[in-house]
């Protein structure tokens, strides 16, 4: 199984900060990586496919990049809304895997 | 809009079994995989299979061999999971979510609202 790292496990930030969220491949997925937003209570939600490719409808201040195994997710301007888990997630193979997620707080 | 509704909220004893349902709306049924993924309170996503509702065939991860099952209905466009000897570790939201595939790549979009499913004596 491939093991996926994020951090930090927990972030806490102002409003209008930029943000910037790590996940680590323990193995080359080349850009086979998915970013995910969970609220309390709520399913995920896509923000990013394929490494850097924005879902429709996402705000443009999100953002992704990397390739092989080290990933960013990055939020520009930080809102209030913003407030949520995000996850890292391989398409490599199976099985999917996930990063342990990162808590953001304001 | 393409959405996934699934069951609701399911209390059950432990060694016994739950039958979780999503049914897929707004998009043929037969052209895309539907994943299996749960969430235990406080805890991360975890996979747990995959069914390809035209053909009905699955692949499930080693920690669910022998004791999950996924099959589909195509007449009413809804997926099952079924997980067996259930125990206290299973208490989890359990999700399904559809596959995009484009190219070479995959990612889950939309998912289903979750059913949490609590085992407890």
């Known amino acids: 199984d491939i093991q996926m790292t994020q951090s930090p496990s927990s972030l806490s930030a102002s409003v209008g900060d930029r943000v910037t969220i790590t996940c680590r491949a323990g193995?080359?997925?080349?850009?086979?990586l998915n970013w995910y937003q969970q609220k309390p209570g709520k399913a995920p939600k896509l923000l990013i496919y394929?490494?850097?490719s924005l879902q429709s409808g996402v705000p443009s201040r999100f953002s992704g990049s990397g390739s092989g195994t080290d990933f960013t997710l990055t939020i520009s301007s930080l809102q209030p809304e913003d407030i949520a888990t995000y996850y890292c997630?391989?398409?490599?193979?199976?099985?999917?895997?996930f990063g342990q997620g990162t808590k953001l707080e304001i | 809009q393409v959405q996934l509704v699934q069951s609701g909220a399911e209390v059950k004893k432990p060694g016994a079994s739950v039958k979780v349902s999503c049914k897929a709306d707004?998009?043929?049924?037969?052209?895309?995989?539907i994943h299996w993924l749960r969430q235990a309170p406080g805890q991360g996503l975890e996979w747990m299979g995959i069914?390809?509702?035209?053909?009905?065939?699955?692949s499930y991860a080693q920690k669910f061999q022998g004791r999950v099952t996924m099959t589909r209905d195509t007449s009413t466009s809804i997926v099952y999971m079924e997980l067996n000897s259930l125990r206290s570790q299973d208490t989890a939201v359990y999700y399904c979510?559809?596959?995009?595939?484009?190219?070479?790549?995959?990612?889950?979009?939309?998912w289903g609202q979750g059913t949490l499913v609590t085992v407890s004596s």
């Open positions: 979510a559809k596959e995009v595939v484009v190219g070479a790549m995959s990612w889950f979009d939309p």
């Open positions: 707004a998009y043929t049924f037969t052209s895309s995989y």
């Open positions: 069914i390809k509702p035209s053909a009905g065939t699955t």
């Open positions: 193995h080359p997925i080349t850009n086979y």
């Open positions: 394929a490494a850097s």
């Open positions: 997630q391989q398409s490599y193979n199976t099985p999917y895997t």
